[in-house]
């Protein structure tokens, strides 16, 4: 279970909802079932941002490898 979100964006067909705390942002379709996640690189997600075809993520901290 995810820790409470900052975000929640639609990318495609798909809702990309951003775990601050866990540094993981979960994937699901439309109708809520899961599709995975995504980690690694990022650390206190602030939110989330889809233009054109590229998400871009911004993170508080820099810890695990994040910029």
């Known amino acids: ?5 900052i ?13 601050q705390l866990g540094d993981t942002i ?5 109708d809520g079932g899961s599709l ?3 980690t690694g690189g ?4 602030r939110g989330m941002a889809y233009v054109g075809d590229v998400v ?3 993170n508080s901290g820099d ?3 994040a910029p």
């Open 1 to 5: 279970m995810f820790q409470p979100s």
């Open 7 to 19: 975000e929640a964006i639609q990318v495609e067909d798909e809702m990309w909802v951003s775990d």
């Open 26 to 30: 979960y994937r699901f379709d439309l």
């Open 36 to 38: 995975g996640s995504i």
């Open 42 to 45: 990022m650390d206190n997600i």
């Open 56 to 58: 871009y993520v911004c």
């Open 63 to 65: 810890q695990g490898g």
